[in-house]
């Protein structure tokens, strides 16, 4: 069982990045996925959940209007566009499966958003 995140990285303010999470060893298609963001000194912060059909999202009201979250459960996928990123947007980015009482973590990737 394995998430994986990957597609962090260091960008401008005002730039771009998308994050990928690969998923293996489970019924991804199952899960609600979500991304989970923890800036240095700070609490964990649910930035997006997607459901398992990928028709119901959630954004966190920073977010909203500049990052959407997308799954593709044929290639076992979670992804996160991030647009007009801030410099508050960076820190460390989690992949998170949610299904029933079963909570899978991804390793992280760290998003750094400086000039």
């Known amino acids: 069982v394995q998430l994986v995140e990957s597609g962090g990285g260091t960008v401008q303010p005002g730039g771009s990045l998308r994050l990928s999470c690969s998923a293996s060893?489970?019924?991804?298609?199952?899960?609600?996925m979500s991304w989970v963001r923890r800036a240095p000194g700070k609490g964990p912060e649910w930035v997006s959940v997607?459901?398992?059909?990928?028709?119901?999202?959630y954004y966190t009201d920073s977010v909203k209007g500049r990052f959407t979250i997308s799954r593709d459960n044929a290639q076992n996928t979670l992804y996160l566009q991030m647009n007009s990123l801030k410099p508050e947007d960076a820190g460390v980015y989690y992949c998170?499966?949610?299904?029933?009482?079963?909570?899978?973590w991804g390793p992280g990737t760290q998003v750094t958003v400086s000039s």
């Open positions: 060893g489970f019924t991804f298609s199952n899960y609600d």
């Open positions: 998170n499966g949610r299904f029933y009482n079963r909570d899978l």
């Open positions: 997607i459901n398992t059909g990928g028709h119901k999202e």
